[in-house]
């Protein structure tokens, strides 16, 4: 059971990313998925999450509007489209999984058992 994230980079403000989070070893739509960011100096923070089979998605309140996540379940990947990007929107962009399927979106990060490697994102100019 294996998540890759890749896809950061270095954007100006204002600019666009989108991030993919490509599983292997199981079928990702069977499961939550969600997008967490660690800056420096702060708590890893939840950013958004999809669950297919419930239809809940969660997008943390300082993103809403700008970041959206979608899913391709032929291509077992997740994306977080991320709009106009604000430089506090630099971290490192995690996915993870969690098998507790009971919690939909709103499981405890701890109950997040499947993590990707992190992709950086940079919002600078």
């Known amino acids: 059971v294996q998540l890759q994230a890749y896809g950061g980079g270095l954007v100006q403000p204002g600019g666009s990313l989108r991030l993919s989070c490509t599983a292997s070893?199981?079928?990702?739509?069977?499961?939550?998925i969600a997008w967490f960011r660690k800056a420096p100096g702060k708590e890893r923070e939840g950013v958004s999450c999809d669950y297919d089979s419930d239809g809940s998605t969660y997008v943390v309140d300082s993103v809403k509007g700008r970041f959206s996540i979608s899913r391709d379940n032929a291509k077992n990947t997740v994306y977080l489209q991320m709009n106009s990007l604000k430089p506090e929107d630099t971290a490192v962009y995690y996915c993870?999984?969690?098998?507790?399927?009971?919690?939909?979106?709103?499981?405890?990060?701890?109950?997040?058992?499947?993590w990707g490697q992190g992709t950086l994102v940079t919002v600078s100019s």
């Open positions: 993870a999984m969690t098998s507790k399927t009971a919690y939909g979106c709103y499981a405890p990060i701890n109950e997040y058992t499947h």
């Open positions: 070893g199981f079928t990702l739509s069977y499961y939550p």
